[in-house]
């Protein structure tokens, strides 16, 4: 398998469960990013993980929890949602932190979450 | 005033008409210029990029930068249906190592 992968594809929660998303990158790059994709908004970075260290937190809410438990994988544990965090969550990663285009993002298809 | 402005659409265009899709923006230190392509139910793919101010094309595709103007756009010539997607600005300021500033998307149909 190449590329990015996100599991799930769709997540409907409560206001009061706990659940997470699942980010793998198959393309031994060393950053890491979680991003949020509101309709007729920009896609806003919530985190950057470089070399398994968080190096960027965009004053994302505490009931958003990034995990990097290595340059492969990468978790958002979510709890205590609100309705307006009902959002497509997406996963990137690039070779390094730095975003240029010799070092593009690599998307992954994107968990559909939903808050009830 | 944001950094990146982005007419979000939709734009609907018949087929083999010429494309034009732009993006404005106010920080003068943006010096990477780079178009996503994302097809519904998928993530943004890197399309184009420029660096500073200039034309680059690749097929049918065309990106153009302005900084005099602080404009940015992507022709696409010959429409397809398949060109159906939005497209997204994204821009970015080497020197200050900032991440990529993204505009809102324009949601684009190539109509067969």
């Known amino acids: 398998e190449t590329g990015v992968t996100q599991t799930p594809r769709h997540l409907v929660m409560g206001m009061t469960n706990k659940k997470s998303l699942k980010c793998e990158q198959h393309l031994g790059h060393n950053a890491m990013y979680w991003y949020k994709q509101s309709a007729k908004k920009p896609l806003e970075l919530m985190f950057v993980y470089s070399l398994e260290e968080r190096v960027e937190n965009n004053s994302v809410p505490s009931r958003f929890s990034p995990e990097c438990p290595n340059s492969s994988h990468l978790f958002l544990h979510l709890h205590t949602l609100q309705p307006e965090d009902s959002a497509l969550y997406l996963c990137a990663s690039s070779q390094e932190a730095g975003q240029s285009p010799n070092s593009p993002l690599h998307f992954g298809n994107g968990t559909r979450l939903t808050v009830t | 005033q944001k950094e990146v402005e982005q007419d979000p659409g939709p734009l609907s265009v018949p087929e083999g008409a010429i494309v034009s899709l732009n993006c404005t923006y106010s920080n003068s230190a943006f010096q990477y210029f780079m178009w996503y392509r994302q097809y519904s139910r998928k993530g943004p793919e890197l399309l184009m990029y420029?660096?500073?101010?200039g034309n680059k094309e690749d097929g049918r595709f065309t990106a153009q930068v302005d900084k005099s103007s602080k404009y940015i756009s992507l022709f696409i010539r010959d429409s397809q249906p398949s060109d159906s997607a939005t497209y997204l600005c994204a821009m970015s300021d080497p020197a200050g190592n900032t991440p990529l500033v993204f505009g809102k998307g324009t949601r684009l149909s190539v109509i067969a």
């Open positions: 420029t660096y500073s101010s």
